[in-house]
């Protein structure tokens, strides 16, 4: 194996029955950046139960090793188990980064590595870049550091944090953040097994039953989200939102304001503590523009704002303005919408 001086930029990768999570196919599309930027390797992750063709998808997004980590005790995540195999892989890869979706299962695995490792970890990171940072004091540089970068005291502020000297430097990024790039098949790899053998202690969780609830909202998926915030007024109201995403085929986003408020349920929110979206159109109706909220819509790739006030911050990163009530502005939008001839496009 090729290594360099930097070690590899890693993705954990996470699966459920034999299908890759998005958010591990998106950060290996980063990784590869992170990896050209140090002059490295990208390398995957992959604890299951059997890698079969995991591994040829893997490449094809942009890894260059897969280390398999196959045992009948990793079929379904449970904590101890895997925070043991991805030890092991990250023993055995010496890798200068790790990436984690910030899933449930991320957020629960992550810590877990990182304090066997003795590593640091920073959560929910919306941006990844390699730079230096000098230590005045000590008269030091450190080049070509991970800056982990995420909105922090609430979103007032955006944090820049590095580990200069404890390394891998490790991150969770929640899914959607990053752009998920197109896989070439024609890209090959080298596949990495590794062996873990588990303690009773290992395996004291035994899974008795699985209940998967079908998840309902698919924001992330969506070409087109409707999303309404406070300048909806009520739950009555909410149901035009609802109304106008349906007609144009769009899934129905929300402010933490609207969810909040109980006008609509909490799967709905777009945003910092919400889901992170990227559609090709993102449709705000009364809704100021929050930091909070900017940071789970901003890569959008056209923003419409229908808002009454001239002044709104939403304003100041719409692509197209629409000053004005939004009972007024709805309405005339389904109407026009509704005279497009759409067997003509
Ligand atoms: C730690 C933290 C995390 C957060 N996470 C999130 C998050 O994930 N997502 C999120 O959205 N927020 C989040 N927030 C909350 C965020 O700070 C804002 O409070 C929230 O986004 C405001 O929602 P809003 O824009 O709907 O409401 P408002 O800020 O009240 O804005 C309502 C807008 O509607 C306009 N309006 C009123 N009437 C009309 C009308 N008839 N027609 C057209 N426009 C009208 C007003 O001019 C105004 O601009 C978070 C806050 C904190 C502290």
Not at 259 to 270: I, N, Y
Not at 289 to 299: E, I, L, T
Request: charged share 25%; hydrophobic share 40%.
């Amino acid at each position: 194996m090729e290594k360099n001086k930097y070690g590899h930029v890693a993705v954990f990768i996470q699966q459920h029955n034999s299908k890759i999570e998005a958010v591990s196919l998106e950060l290996l599309g980063r990784a590869t950046e992170l990896a050209k930027e140090l002059d490295t390797k990208v390398s995957a992750y992959l604890p299951c139960e059997k890698a079969g063709e995991m591994t040829k998808a893997l490449f094809s997004y942009g890894a260059d090793y897969v280390y398999t980590i196959e045992n009948k005790e990793l079929k379904d995540f449970r904590s101890l188990p895997y925070t043991k195999a991805v030890v092991e892989a990250v023993k055995k890869d010496a890798p200068c980064i790790v990436l984690f979706g910030a899933t449930r299962t991320g957020r629960d695995l992550a810590p877990r590595v990182a304090s066997t490792i003795r590593s640091g970890l920073t959560a929910d990171c919306t941006e990844l870049k390699i730079g230096s940072y000098t230590d005045n004091k000590a008269g030091k540089t450190y080049e070509k550091l991970l800056y982990q970068i995420r909105p922090a005291f609430g979103g007032n502020i955006i944090a820049t944090i590095i580990n200069p000297e404890w390394h891998p430097q490790m991150a969770t990024v929640r899914e959607g953040v990053m752009k998920m790039r197109e896989p070439n098949t024609s890209r090959k790899g080298e596949v990495i097994p590794i062996n873990v053998t588990f303690s009773d202690v290992d395996l004291a969780v035994k899974i008795i039953d699985k209940v998967i609830k079908e998840k309902k909202v698919n924001l992330t998926g969506a070409n087109i989200v409707v999303a309404g915030g406070m300048g909806v007024g009520s739950k009555d109201c909410f149901c035009k939102i609802n109304e106008f995403a349906k007609i144009i085929n769009a899934e129905v986003g929300a402010s933490r304001a609207a969810v909040d408020q109980g006008w609509v349920s909490k799967e709905h929110q777009v945003g910092q503590t919400g889901v992170t979206v990227r559609p090709k159109l993102y449709i705000a109706c009364g809704i100021s523009g929050s930091v909070q909220h900017k940071a789970g819509m901003d890569q959008a790739l056209k923003i419409i704002a229908i808002n009454s006030d001239p002044e709104a911050p939403i304003f100041k990163f719409a692509h197209v303005k629409i000053v004005g009530d939004l009972n007024t502005v709805i309405p005339m939008m389904i109407e026009a919408y509704k005279k497009i001839d759409v067997s003509k496009k």
